[in-house]
């Protein structure tokens, strides 16, 4: 399931660095993940490596829009990164 970035969001940049496949732009007022884009970090690293760094508790969660198991996340990686 890709993440998606709620209104708490305080844009401050870190989670942009963070995401390996580039999923993170900002937006007005706060940033947004391309769901398309987005795997979890699943490929890349153990967890959602923009979650990690989020300074604001519960900030970036699931996107309950878009519900993709494991494996389709790591096809969805593969794919991005080929």
Known sequence: MALHILENCTA???CVIE???EAIAE??????IDAFKCTEC????????CQLVCPVDECIVPNPEF????????EKYEQLNA
Request: proline residues 11%; contains cysteine.
């Open 27 to 32: 937006a007005d007022p706060v940033y947004v």
């Open 67 to 74: 519900v993709e198991s494991k494996e389709q996340l790591q």
């Open 12 to 14: 401050c940049d870190a």
């Open 19 to 21: 995401c390996p496949n």
């Open 42 to 49: 699943v490929g890349a690293h153990d967890e959602p490596q």
